[in-house]
T-cell receptor, first 116, second 108 residues
Framework: EPEVTQTPSHQVTQMGQEVILRCVPI?????FYWYRQILGQKVEFLVS????????KSEIFDDQFSVERPDGSNFTLKIRSTKLEDSAMYFC??????????????FGSGTQLSVL | TQLLEQSPQFLSIQEGENLTVYCNSS?????LQWYRQEPGEGPVLLVT?????EVKKLKRLTFQFGDARKDSSLHITAAQPGDTGLYLC????????FGTGTKLQVIP
């Protein structure tokens, strides 16, 4: 089965530093997402992306966050100045067709971000 | 904001027992999904229910979507240790919102 790939699997950074989390969605998918999961808490929606622009974002996704699809394969999440509370597992997801209600959302294995 | 509450939050049962996990919301959803998540991994989709009252079966797992499309249940028959994991319901299809989760432990 096709996979969403995320790198790195673990990222440790100092508070205030910029981090870029990388994702390679499934090749023919058109819709891309970032979610995060703080340890022991629920999976939270951050942002969705389609046709090279953000289609929806949550209140968590403030000015410190940005997403980009710099080429035909990568989808990145940048946190400009990390805070302690940004420590979480970040999941990338993709789907082929947003408009089909039973279209499967594929998740990557996540990047565990630790902000010290 | 659409909220999905799951119950119970934790469940520890013996192998062979049956169990039901519930997912409830005050909002109507166009579809609901159930995922299973292993530690250190991303959620993996088990099923999507779309029609009110719909029942779907996946081997020993039975999923039901409420008639009003505000709630769903997951029933596992004769639970196995391999069923251990975090079960998440999620609603919507453009912006998928996850429930609070049910952590299931099946003891051999």
């Amino acid at each position: 089965e096709p996979e969403v790939t995320q790198t790195p699997s673990h990222q440790v950074t100092q508070m205030g530093q910029e981090v870029i989390l990388r994702c390679v969605p499934i090749s023919n998918h058109l819709y891309f997402y970032w979610y995060r999961q703080i340890l022991g808490q629920k999976v939270e929606f951050l942002v969705s992306f389609y046709n090279n622009e953000i289609s929806e974002k949550s209140e968590i996704f403030d000015d410190q966050f940005s997403v980009e699809r710099p080429d035909g394969s990568n989808f990145t999440l940048k946190i400009r100045s990390t805070k302690l509370e940004d420590s979480a597992m970040y999941f990338c997801a993709s789907r082929a067709d947003r408009n089909m209600m039973d279209e499967k959302l594929f998740f990557g294995s996540g990047t565990q971000l630790s902000v010290l | 904001t659409q909220l999905l509450e799951q119950s119970p939050q934790f469940l520890s049962i013996q192998e062979g027992e049956n169990l039901t996990v519930y997912c409830n919301s005050s909002s109507v959803f166009s579809s609901l999904q159930w995922y299973r998540q292993e530690p250190g991994e991303g959620p993996v989709l088990l099923v999507t229910v779309v029609t009110g009252g719909e029942v779907k079966k996946l081997k020993r797992l039975t999923f039901q979507f409420g008639d009003a499309r505000k709630d769903s249940s997951l029933h596992i028959t004769a639970a196995q240790p391999g069923d251990t994991g975090l079960y998440l319901c999620a609603g919507g299809y453009q912006k998928v919102t996850f429930g609070t989760g049910t952590k299931l432990q099946v003891i051999p």
